[in-house]
């Protein structure tokens, strides 16, 4: 990995909350934890990401009304 990205990563300044990573200048969409054992999360800093949960959540939607 780029060790500039995981200097972002490992900035408190760019969590909000804590908890939600919000980056808008890393354009990655899926970055990984602080704590790297873990796993990912969602850089709440780029467009695509709320595209991606809206994206999940009509697809739940949609199989859950016709299936």
Do not use: C, E, H
């Not at 054992?37 to 999940?56: D, E, P, R």
């Amino acid at each position: 990995m780029n060790s500039d990205f995981d200097k972002d990563v490992d900035n408190p300044d760019n969590y909000k909350f804590t908890i939600f990573y919000y980056n808008i200048n890393d354009r990655r969409v899926i970055v990984p934890k602080r704590n790297r054992w873990l796993g990912w999360t969602l850089n709440f800093g780029q467009v695509n990401t709320y595209l991606l949960i809206a994206s999940i959540i009509i697809i739940i939607v949609v199989s859950k009304i016709y299936l």
